[in-house]
């Protein structure tokens, strides 16, 4: 993945649990606090995206739901998950 990629992250709440959701990768992570599912993420995306040709994007689901979200909010929200140095 180049460092210009950017990707689209779905977060949902589950019980007592953040849910991360990647649209472009079929990767997600869990998490109690967004502190710790953007660090969560972070990992998850450097461990698995050296090989992402391999993983297939989400499931179509994932997809609707960030065009109805989109759809309500009147336009995109970017927010990034950073990478430590």
């Known amino acids: 993945m180049s460092n210009s990629e950017s990707l689209r992250i779905i977060v949902s709440k589950c019980e007592d649990m953040l849910v991360a959701q990647c649209l472009e990768y079929d990767i997600c992570t ?18 698995e995206l050296d090989g992402s040709q391999a993983i ?30």
């Open 30 to 47: 869990q998490a109690p606090d967004m502190e710790k599912l953007q660090d969560r993420m972070n990992c998850l995306i450097d461990a």
């Open 56 to 85: 297939d994007p989400a499931p179509e689901r994932f997809h609707n739901l960030w065009d109805q979200a989109i759809q309500q909010a009147g336009g995109v929200r970017e927010y990034r998950l950073l990478k430590a140095a």
